[in-house]
């Protein structure tokens, strides 16, 4: 793949200034092909054989490699995938068929960023450092190479390694590809990123979006505690936060989802709730409790049953819109917060 370029993150109207075209309808054939499952251009058979051919001289369609596919028996799918330069990333397939009869919605959980620069103390990822941000080929191929293994996908999530708003313009440019009416047509309404909490990306993305749906990893309202647990609160307080999150609400008229993961004895107390529950309120967001997924060697412990029960009764107490997400993937280490090390 070395010196060859990438067209799974061009627009139509992208590809013919970036490879060799011999009429301009060609860009959006290569385009469809690209979105409906091609993965090299020979492949490509309503292009000519020489066209094909010098395509395939100076581009590729993809130039991640899956190295490894693990699959739990939850039916979670993780891929480990390789790109040219080195750099390693995992994108996860979620299948949830929670929503009843018929089959199971499937979601493209995928990485912005290869390691992660945040350190947050509970976070896999956030321990390997930062290597570099992906470019939009890197994040489309990532669905792409997903949906090549489990069929049509109902939605992405970009909430895999990295953070997203430090990575916005390839996020864009990989949303605006997958959403192209001539080629996958996802909806934006399917999208989801979630943050860390980046108070300046937020309100960017408000102003330019894509509108997505929004998702900020809160962990717990006690500025203290997640300073503590996530050094990005520091320079982004939780006053900063509140203010972003209301923003991007009145902006798109979409509510944003805190997500907190619960640390056995560390933030799942009632007074932590309470806590939670002031900050939801005033953001009016509703709030996704996450049982923390064990990780060796972290000073952490999962929550019990009992705790996560009480956690939830609290919220919803307090008049809270609060769900509690359903453990997915563990066995593979493809679960929230997990990746960066394949088992």
Excluded at 23 to 34: D, H, K, L, N, T
Excluded at 176 to 205: F, N, Q
Excluded at 212 to 237: I, Y
Aim: net charge positive.
């Amino acid at each position: 793949m070395s010196g060859r370029v990438a067209i799974a993150g061009f627009l139509p109207e992208e590809l013919g200034a970036a490879v060799p075209l011999d009429q301009p309808f060609r860009a959006r054939q290569i385009f469809g092909q690209v979105a409906r499952g091609a993965r090299s251009f020979d492949g490509m058979t309503d292009l000519p054989e020489p066209l094909r051919s010098a395509l395939a001289e100076t581009a590729c369609v993809v130039s991640g490699q899956a190295l490894q596919t693990l699959t739990d028996r939850d039916g979670t799918v993780k891929l480990q995938v390789a790109f040219p330069d080195g750099a390693r990333i995992e994108a996860v397939l979620l299948a949830d068929s929670s929503g009843g009869e018929g089959a199971a919605r499937k979601t493209a959980c995928v990485s912005c960023q290869a390691g992660c620069a945040l350190g947050c103390a509970f976070c896999r990822t956030g321990q390997l450092g930062f290597t570099r941000n992906l470019s939009a080929a890197e994040i489309v191929e990532q669905f792409l190479l997903l949906e090549s293994r489990a069929g049509t996908l109902d939605s992405v999530v970009f909430m895999g390694m990295g953070e997203p708003l430090l990575n916005l313009g390839a996020v864009r440019k990989a949303a605006a590809v997958l959403s192209h009416s001539l080629g996958r047509g996802l909806s934006v309404r399917r999208m989801t990123l979630s943050t860390a909490g980046i108070v300046a990306g937020i309100y960017e993305l408000a102003d330019a979006g894509p509108a997505v749906r929004l998702a900020v990893s809160l962990t717990t309202a006690d500025p203290a505690l997640r300073e503590e647990l996530m050094p990005v609160a520091r320079d982004n307080p939780l006053p900063d936060l509140q203010e972003a999150i209301r923003y991007y609400a009145r902006k798109t008229g979409r509510r944003c989802t805190l997500e907190a993961a619960l640390l056995s004895g560390r933030n799942t107390s009632r007074f932590q709730m309470r806590l939670l529950a002031a900050f939801a309120r005033d953001t009016e967001a509703h709030v996704n409790l996450i049982p923390w997924n064990p990780l060796p060697g972290l000073p952490f412990a999962e929550p019990t049953d009992a705790e996560c029960r009480e956690a939830l009764r609290e919220l919803v107490r307090a008049g809270v819109n609060a769900t509690l997400r359903t453990k997915r993937g563990q066995g593979i280490g493809g679960a929230c917060g997990q990746l960066g090390g394949s088992r």
